[in-house]
Every structure is written in structure tokens, then in C-alpha cells.
């Protein structure tokens, strides 16, 4: 690959600079010879007040915006490779889509600054390495470089390996916050629309797991459009928001692609579930909430206990149970175990150590035992496992 370090101002790269609220569309500079967003680069993530005004106060104290790239595509037309977010924040300061604060505090837009503040932000100098080089070249180059010390993260990445009408599309429904579903797929869904994480999210449910991503955006890179992954993500959401009427916080960054395909297929009272989530979260002994909905997509298993971690028997509360089976066992002759003592002979004396037993609920916890002191009992290992939820 071929790199020509060339200079450009603020001026050269912000002229004819269009921006649309819709990211990925209209980005565009050198009087439309730039694409400022190539399908392949994330969404403009700086607009939070702080990184895209550090742009232009660090412009306005003479200080280096580090080098940029750009793709050459053909003759006249060029490409952003790396420094898309420095450039995007230049040209919607230039364009008045948002204001910094002057020595006194005040905001001031780009068309308020005195005239030769302005100058020396249109004036200022931008080093630029323009690069030529084959597809797989120019692709590989993007993986390694930093974006304005931000690395990609590893559905951006993706975005450039497997770049074409496939990506463009799915960045468009997926990587868009001014899409209206949003809203409604941010009670499953958790991240950033910007960083690409519902579109990580969506092609991971239709690819059947995370580590197929890049395998299913290999065989669909040049799909004209993205029905299947978009009526997969929908059905999905669809499926789970019927389920449950109810949407609580912890709903939101479950697994609900790999509960989908576990569960779509059983029948649900949504009104019991309702109501059972409703007990489970007032419930003092559990611990996890993110838990409930699997647990209670499960059917309620005891091998599925752990997902609501269950508050167990602190250490007191256990010793305490411990001595007192003890001394009732060394009075009758039978063995410290309940278990063992109404067992065979082998075993009906046995006086096992502490280390040997584990804390059990009398009543299981499921059956509304309670977690409490009068309600636990230490059995021989073996049959703590045999009991299980009984």
C-alpha cells in the first residue's frame, strides 16, 4: 500500500460539508470529493459535549489533531480512513450544529466566534496521509490503526472485513438512533446504537451465537437486503414482550436470541408469569433478578436455582445447626445426618464432621421455605445432592 503525506486546512476539508442527523448519510467534504463515513467506519460517536468540543479547543490552542487517512478511491475522489470523528466534529462546528464555551464561559457557535478565531480554526493546518492499495490492503490497514485513541470494537471490525450493500443496509436499521424501534429494542437490547451493538445483537440471535457473526456476514456480504436478519431480531423481541407483559430493567442484555430458541416453542400463560415475577422480585431471598425470566422460562427446575441465587445459609447460622444435631444425635445414638439416622445401618450412627455436611433448607426454598435459621438442617454431602428440590 502506497501512503502520500500531504497538507489540507480545516477550510479545504469542511468545504461543501453536508451532515445529516441520519447517521451515515451526507457525510461528505472537499466539496464532495470525501466521504467522510465509508460504509465500513463506525457511527459518529463524539457528539457528548466533551469529545467534539476538545476537537475544536485543541484546534483553537494550536495544538496537533494527530495524523489522518484517507483512501484514495479513483482520481478525484477520496475516502476517510481514520480520523472520521475529527473531521465530522470540525464540520458540524463550522456548520453551527453545536457550541463550545469562551474564556468567560459563554457558548458560542462557530458563526459567533470573532472573526479571527474563526480564521484560525478555517486556516489551521490538518496532516494527511493519502493511501492507495487494493481492498484487502486498505481493509487490513483500518484494523490495525487507532481511531482518535477509541479502538474498534469487535462488531465495528466486522463492519470493515465483510464491508458492502449487507452492512449498509444493517447499519442503516440497526446503527441508526433515529430509528423509532429503537425505543421499544432498548427493553431487551443493551449498548449503544452508535457503537453497533444492536447490530451485533441482531446478527448474533439470527447467526445462532456471537462466534458465527463473521461466518454469516461472509456469506450474506453482497445480500441486496437484510429480511431475514431484521425478521429474525423482530420476531424475536415480538415473542418475548408477549411472554412478558411486564418490562422490568433486568430485562434488558439477556440472552434472548438463545432463550428464543430453547422456549419459543412452549405454550405460556403470560398473566401467571406475570404474577410470578412479581413474587420472585419481592421475594428478600433473591439475589438475582436478571435471573427470573430464564428460570421461569425453564419451568421452575431445581437444577436452575443458581440463576437466581438463591441467598444461602450464612456460616453462623450453619455451625449453629451443626452443634445442635450433634448433641441431639450423641443423646439418641443416631447419627448426625437425618437423612442417614432414618436409613440403613450402616450409616444410621454415623457421626459425620462439619466439613462433611452442607446446609439444607428443611422445606425447599421453592416450596416457600425461608432462608432463615429455623429452617436449615446440614446433611451428609451424598444426600444433600440426592435431596435436591424434594
Not at 155 to 171: D, H, I, M, R
Not at 307 to 332: G, I, M, P
Request: contains cysteine; aromatic residues 12%; negative net charge.
Amino acid at each position: 500500500m502506497k501512503a502520500k503525506l500531504r497538507p489540507y486546512t480545516v477550510r479545504d476539508i469542511c468545504n461543501g460539508f453536508v451532515y445529516s442527523e441520519l447517521e451515515g448519510k451526507g457525510l461528505f467534504g472537499l466539496a464532495g470529493r470525501l466521504t467522510i463515513q465509508p460504509e465500513y467506519q463506525r457511527n459518529y460517536i463524539y457528539a457528548d459535549g466533551k469529545r467534539d468540543v476538545a476537537v475544536i479547543q485543541s484546534i483553537l490552542k494550536g495544538y496537533p489533531l494527530g495524523l489522518i487517512y484517507f483512501n484514495k478511491i479513483s482520481e478525484d475522489n477520496l475516502e476517510v480512513l481514520d480520523g472520521q470523528q475529527r473531521i465530522t466534529s470540525l464540520g458540524r462546528f463550522v456548520t453551527d450544529k453545536f457550541a463550545i464555551k469562551d474564556e468567560i464561559g459563554l457558548e458560542q457557535y462557530f458563526s459567533g466566534l470573532a472573526k479571527d478565531k474563526q480564521e484560525k480554526i478555517l486556516n489551521s493546518e490538518i496532516l494527511v496521509y493519502e493511501c492507495e492499495g487494493s481492498e484487502s490492503e486498505i481493509k487490513e490497514w483500518f484494523r490495525t490503526i487507532n481511531i482518535a485513541g477509541i479502538p474498534l470494537n469487535d462488531q465495528e471490525l466486522l463492519n470493515a472485513v465483510y464491508s458492502g450493500p449487507f452492512v449498509a443496509l444493517g447499519k442503516e436499521e440497526f446503527s441508526n438512533s433515529q430509528n423509532a424501534n429503537v425505543q421499544k429494542w432498548s427493553a431487551y437490547v443493551s449498548g449503544s446504537v452508535n457503537r453497533q451493538d444492536y447490530w451485533e445483537r441482531a446478527l448474533e440471535w439470527v447467526a445462532k451465537s456471537k462466534e458465527n457473526i463473521g461466518a454469516y456476514m461472509s456469506s450474506h456480504r453482497f445480500d441486496k437486503d437484510i429480511k431475514e436478519v431484521k425478521t429474525y431480531f423482530n420476531t424475536v423481541i415480538d415473542w418475548v414482550s408477549t411472554v412478558f407483559e411486564d418490562v422490568e430493567s433486568e430485562m434488558r442484555g439477556l440472552e434472548w436470541g438463545r432463550l428464543y430458541e430453547l422456549y419459543h416453542d412452549r405454550p405460556f400463560d403470560s398473566k401467571k408469569l406475570s404474577h410470578r415475577v412479581a413474587e420472585l422480585y419481592s421475594d428478600p431471598f433473591v439475589e438475582s433478578k436478571k435471573g427470573i425470566f430464564e428460570y421461569l422460562l425453564g419451568g421452575e427446575q431445581s437444577s436452575d436455582l443458581r440463576l437466581l441465587s438463591v441467598r444461602v445459609f450464612d456460616e453462623n447460622t450453619k455451625r449453629t445447626a451443626f452443634k445442635r444435631q450433634t448433641k441431639d444425635a450423641e443423646t439418641s445414638g443416631l447419627s448426625n445426618c437425618p437423612v442417614c439416622a432414618t436409613g440403613h445401618e450402616g450409616l444410621k450412627t454415623k457421626q459425620w464432621a462439619y466439613g462433611d455436611m452442607d446446609a439444607d433448607h428443611v422445606t425447599a426454598w421453592s416450596k416457600g421455605g425461608s432462608t432463615r435459621p429455623e429452617n436449615c438442617q446440614l446433611l451428609c454431602k451424598s444426600h444433600n445432592r440426592a435431596k435436591g428440590n424434594k
